[in-house]
């Protein structure tokens, strides 16, 4: 299912869930009906019966019915550090509202990488948040280091939310601006 399916579907358990934008946990009760607005990355969002949207991890989209989502997590092959798999793995982490991955909605505001002495990589990102506001800036920010982890080579992954300065949508790449109309 892309972003532009919308499914009801009803909780077969229940599940923990992250509202958005305010990042708190909801608790979604089996037997619930929920309606599918996105399926991109590792995660899910629906719209509750109540009308709040909300995140679902990847690990408790099988309470959706979506047992194939978490086998569907990127994992890279092994072989060589390379800086361009991890910008790759990032590009896998969506905004859960708007369905555009994190680079490409202009986040990454820096990826680097330095050799650590045992031959792995160090590797430094720092990402933003569309708005301060943003509650979902720890969610992503796991979601961007479980990306990376997947990258062979990474011995160290350190992740800072910045906002200065601060995100624009003259950031997003020119393929997020078509994709959201914007031209």
Not at 5 to 12: D, R, T
Not at 65 to 85: C, R, Y
Not at 108 to 124: F, K, M, N, Q, S
Request: proline share 6%; hydrophobic share 40%.
């Amino acid at each position: 299912m892309d972003s532009g399916q919308y499914k009801i579907v009803e909780l077969e358990h229940s599940c923990q869930a992250t509202v958005i934008p305010g990042g708190q946990p909801m608790l979604l009760q089996a037997g619930e009906q929920v309606v599918i607005t996105q399926t991109l990355g590792a995660s899910v969002t629906v719209q509750t019966s109540m009308g709040y949207l909300v995140r679902i991890s990847a690990e408790d989209s099988a309470a959706l019915g979506l047992s194939w989502l978490v086998a569907e997590t990127v994992t890279m092959n092994d072989g060589p550090f390379d800086l361009d798999q991890v910008l790759d793995a990032l590009k896998n982490v969506f905004d859960p509202e708007i369905p555009i991955n994190v680079v490409d909605l202009g986040l990454i505001y820096l990826c680097e990488a330095e050799p650590l002495p045992d031959g792995t990589h160090r590797v430094e990102v720092n990402m933003s948040m569309t708005a301060p506001g943003c509650g979902m800036g720890d969610v992503l920010k796991e979601d961007a280091r479980t990306a990376i982890q997947a990258v062979p080579g990474v011995g160290e992954i350190d992740i800072e939310l910045v906002w200065d300065p601060p995100w624009g949508q003259d950031r997003m790449s020119e393929a997020a601006r078509l994709q959201l109309g914007m031209y």
